[in-house]
């Protein structure tokens, strides 16, 4: 006889049948707001599940929605497979870069090019640039590709140092109009303290002053594990907010919530209102709503300071997980950094319900100020792999003008780093 | 104890098997080929080299997976649920050539079923579910495309006619009704043999209330407990023995005359089910003549 609350995998399963049976006559071709293996997420980190045993489950009610046309069909699931095979473990190691601030503008070549940024790293070298008319580096790429020469082959430009090493830097960018901006990346490393740059014969003068930042890893503390688990979930997901109350349903059946926890089942309805769920936000009085989410709701709207910090930090190795962050730029509607995080999956959520694979314990990237200002964070473009991601993070809403520290806070659902950037 | 799969029917499924068609018969829980007079001997030529028939491959994947949990997560849940391989399987076009793999030029995607693939395609075996093919007749995918043995069976067997998959899920159940009620509370496949219930006693009960998204509550009892159900504006609550999924889900007995039958009992050529209506409430036998 099924107990009051069944074992995890049980309740697990049974979560999957429903999933399953919602696709089943005149449901059919329904799409669950939550994979399997969500749920199966859930009760590894908070139930005991054993993750083989979720693992099996997952594979199986993988296996039979696809089956029934929902979610990855098998074939790709076997390429997947096979590319993540061959894709390996090794990501690059991470290594804190030299950022130096340039923001001028110079002729290089034909261009007037505003050179921003310059990032030394081991093996190569960024320029960050931006043009306010197509460069005819965009122009006579197009044309080799059109001819056929290799992407990367056709307009290098040679960088110096002022060791007297040089290097072979090749473009890579974006843009329309009068606003192009991208990257000139060397295939060699250059010294990290070189004064200066010769770029195709000019010279850029480099401003070697980043900022301090401290770095600590602490336990969180906050409430019952659950209800973290459930604020980390909304956070992870703010830009999609999560529609389905399938892992709230799990979560009750094995018993992690009760009628004791109405008072965070209430305050948790009232954030998924607030932020929207892509409906549109609702009025919550702000007074109802907890920290961190009040500050974020209450500001989200304002416009940002707009500044650039040049910065680099890594963090001890926490929870499995290490990153370097880096480059803290200000904007208008929010503030970006680059991220580079090593651990299992990237600590990436994620990104559609679909995915088998993805981050049982993704990061969740919030921040705060001087100010008692909360802000968060998501990927705005990364390249990752089975253990790393690398790209940028873009929290929103916009830098308080009044703040002089802002605390960046990546945490798993036990500890988080914190880095504190002074701002200038 | 009732000898479920001998009530079964008889099925026999045509198969393409090499440049021939050839007959599978499965009878009181026993699959057999009609066409191959020594199955043992075509193995023991296959393992030294010589080529694998497509009937012996079903017959070893069925042996593999007569027993399998897995079968019952992913097979059927009732008549509606059917299994779709529109993207899975792809049907080679008349001009590949021998040896070529599909995966490549030579292929088209297939809109149809999976077991319109299966049935059809002579050389194809279960490696088409995942994207490749050879026409000359080998059945193994290539290494780094594979999917899991137990996938690359499933995908066959699933994919055949003819009943033949109602026949495997049968044979599974009947192995597992068997032991569930001597297994230990801690035991690993329970979980999986609790939710094969959960899943088709609901699929059951929905279509029969005419409310697919009912809220369903399904609890196994001891084969000894009088099965009952109760139903109420917030949903249904279903308590009956692991053996409902033979007696009745099997049998295609779920629901009879308008009534939901929660147990069956079998004798001298009748069965004897204990129904209810929609309110729930005390069983009522029903009695029906098997032919």
């Known amino acids: ?424 | 104890m009732t000898d479920i799969l001998g009530l079964l029917p008889r099925a026999i499924h045509d198969i393409r098997c090499g440049d021939e068609s050839h007959q599978l018969a499965w009878s009181h829980g026993a699959i057999t080929t009609l066409d191959h007079a020594d199955p043992d001997g075509e193995r023991t030529l296959a393992a030294l080299g010589g080529q694998r028939s497509r009937c012996i491959d079903v017959l070893d994947a069925w042996q593999r997976q007569r027993h399998s949990l897995r079968v019952l997560a992913i097979a059927p849940r009732s008549p509606a649920d059917f299994l779709v391989g529109d993207d899975l399987a792809p049907v080679p076009q008349s001009g590949a050539r021998p040896g070529r793999l599909s995966s490549s030029a030579g292929t088209r995607w297939s809109t149809g079923l999976l077991s319109r693939v299966f049935s059809t395609s002579s050389a194809y075996s279960s490696s088409v579910a995942f994207g490749w093919a050879s026409t000359s007749g080998g059945t193994q995918p290539p290494p780094e495309l594979a999917g899991s043995r137990d996938d690359i069976d499933l995908m066959m067997l699933l994919g055949l006619g003819s009943g033949l998959p109602h026949r495997l899920v049968a044979e599974v159940l009947c192995h597992w009704a068997d032991r569930v009620e001597e297994l230990p509370e801690s035991a690993p496949e329970l979980p999986a043999l609790t939710a094969a219930l959960y899943g088709r006693a609901t699929a059951a009960v929905r279509p029969w209330m005419g409310d697919h998204r009912r809220p369903v509550e399904v609890t196994r009892v001891p084969s000894g407990q009088v099965p009952r159900m109760t139903a109420d504006r917030d949903g249904v609550v279903l308590e009956v023995p692991f053996r409902w999924l033979t007696h009745v889900w099997v049998m295609g007995l779920a629901t009879t005359a308008g009534r939901l039958a929660l147990d069956a009992t079998f004798d001298d050529g009748a069965v004897t089910l204990q129904t209810v209506g929609p309110e729930g409430g005390e069983s009522t036998p029903m009695t029906v003549q098997l032919p």
């Open chain 1, 1 to 424: 006889m099924l107990a009051q609350h069944p074992d995890p995998e049980t309740a697990l399963r049974i979560a999957c049948e429903r999933m399953l049976l919602s696709n089943i006559g005149p449901n059919r071709g329904s799409q669950p707001a939550e994979s399997a293996g969500e749920l199966a997420s859930a009760l590894v980190l908070l139930a005991g599940l054993a993750e083989d045993a979720a693992e099996q489950a997952v594979a199986d009610y993988s296996t039979a929605l696809s089956l029934r046309g929902v979610g990855t069909p098998l074939h790709f699931r076997a390429l997947q497979r096979q590319h993540a095979q061959q894709q390996g473990s090794a990501a690059p190691p991470l290594f804190l870069p030299t950022v130096c601030v340039v923001d001028r503008r110079v002729q290089i070549g034909e261009d007037l090019t505003h050179v921003s940024t310059v990032t030394f790293g081991p093996a190569s070298v960024e320029i960050v640039v931006g043009y306010d008319r197509e460069p005819a580096t965009f122009t006579r790429r197009h044309a080799a590709l059109m001819s056929g020469a290799q992407p990367g082959q056709a307009h290098d430009l040679t960088v110096k140092d002022d060791r007297g090493v040089t290097g072979s830097a090749h473009f890579s960018g974006v843009g329309g109009g009068t606003e192009w901006h991208g990257r000139w990346t060397t295939q060699g490393p250059l010294s990290p303290t070189t004064a200066w740059l010769d770029i195709e014969g000019t010279r850029v003068e480099l401003e070697h002053a980043m900022a301090s930042c401290e770095v600590r890893v602490e336990e969180r503390v906050g409430g019952p594990l659950v209800h973290e688990f459930l604020w980390d979930r909304l956070a992870a997901s703010h830009h999609h907010q999560p529609e389905g109350h399938a892992v709230l349903e799990l979560l009750a059946d094995v018993g992690l919530l009760t009628e004791d926890d109405a008072s965070f089942l209430d305050a948790y309805a009232r954030v998924v209102a607030a932020m929207g769920h892509g409906r549109g936000p609702t009025k919550v009085k702000n007074a109802a709503v907890p920290a961190p989410w009040r500050s974020l709701l209450a500001r989200r709207n304002t416009s940002g300071r707009v500044l650039f910090v040049p910065m680099a930090a890594m963090t001890p190795v926490f929870d499995g997980f290490q990153l370097v962050v880096s480059n803290l730029r200000g904007l208008h509607d929010g503030f970006e950094i680059d991220a580079a995080v090593r651990g299992p999956h990237g600590g990436v959520a994620r990104s559609n319900p679909f995915e088998d694979d993805g981050c049982t314990n993704p990061l969740t990237w919030w921040a705060d100020d001087d100010r008692g200002n909360s802000y968060l964070g998501a990927w705005n473009g990364r390249g990752m792999g089975p253990d790393s991601a690398d790209g940028q993070i873009r929290f929103l809403p916009g830098l308080d003008r009044r703040a002089t520290v802002v605390r960046l806070t990546p945490q798993s659902l036990k500890e988080r780093a914190v880095v504190e950037v002074p701002l200038p």
